[in-house]
């Protein structure tokens, strides 16, 4: 970290109320406290906070950057900190994302009964999450899980779990590990089996364009392995032309090369029922992110990604046997959504069918 600023600012920053926001906006407000600079938090509702319709229905999780951006540009705060993952990959205009800190553990968990793993969990168990990515990767495992369109905060969903309602839920570890509830954790998932979503785990400080006092501040917190990496992965989003919400993920790392550093990135792209399960990797220069994602979404969309081009809709349930066709053959749908799961149907059921199997394309080819 660099020395304390010359002149200390007085800034307000923007948060969402949540506990997890709050904590994340208050880590970011201490390390410029540590500068010596004065910082008032600013709670501001969004209607991903109210609303209690899915993710997917209300335009994906970018409707929690929304009124942050909204009072940014108003000059009602100085700046803001979002989850990245929740960042429409779209710059907005007279903004600027000053500084991405240095990155928690990406990856997602598990919290289930009885603190059972995925393998562990058996045919039939019921997994919570309003992520489609989750729930496309988790199908591709062919662990025969069911799925439910959960919302709320940290607490309500491992409620879900404590108190019976699901076997378990799937959550982003940096929210856990920020919020000291990584005792909950049954088990971290290996990117091998989840790539988590593009920037998951790491913080976008933004603030206006042409406020370059408060800009100059912040740019001190940027951490640049960091933004390469997310750099990369949301490349791939944004070149995929998918939504915040869409069955699409990202990792990127910084690896040693034979010539010096270099960025390697895996992507997924997939369908919620594991149909579908495309991944992919390339190795780049650590200095061009932005071309190394467009690059492999390229090489997705060449293979068959562009079949999944765009926001994926919430599958129906699954129906009940009632004729012929396939419907036919598929198990009956998944029990009622449990308190605090949204809508009537479940993302998706698994299918038992003995004569239809997904096609899976799981093969990495690495360039």
Known sequence: MSAPAATPLSLRLGTRRSALATTQSTWVADLLRAQGHTVELVEIVT??????????????TGVFAAALRRALLAGEIDFAVHSLKDLPTTPEPGLVVAAVPVREDPRDVLVSSGGRTLGELGEGAVVGTGSPRRVAQLAALGLGLSFKDIRGNVDTRIALVRDGA???VVLARAGLARLGRLADVAEAIDPLQMLPAPGQGALAVECRADDLVTRGALEVLDDADTRACVT?????????????????GALAEVVEGEDGLELSLRAFVGAV??????????????????????????????????????????????PTPSGDGPA????????????GATGPDPLAGPDSSTDRKPEHDSTERAL
């Open 47 to 60: 209607e991903g906070d109210t609303s209690t319709a899915s993710l997917a229905s209300i335009g994906g």
């Open 166 to 168: 699901l076997d378990g």
């Open 232 to 248: 990369a992965e949301r490349a791939v989003l944004a070149a995929l032309e998918a939504g915040c919400s869409a069955p699409v």
């Open 273 to 318: 029922d594991g149909s579908f399960d495309l991944r992919r990797s390339l190795v780049g220069r650590a200095d061009d992110g932005e071309a190394l994602g467009r690059r492999l979404a390229a090489l997705l969309l060449e293979d068959g990604g562009d079949l999944l081009r765009g926001p994926e809709e919430r599958p129906p349930a699954a």
């Open 328 to 339: 036919s053959r598929l198990p009956e749908a998944p029990p009622p959504d449990p308190p």
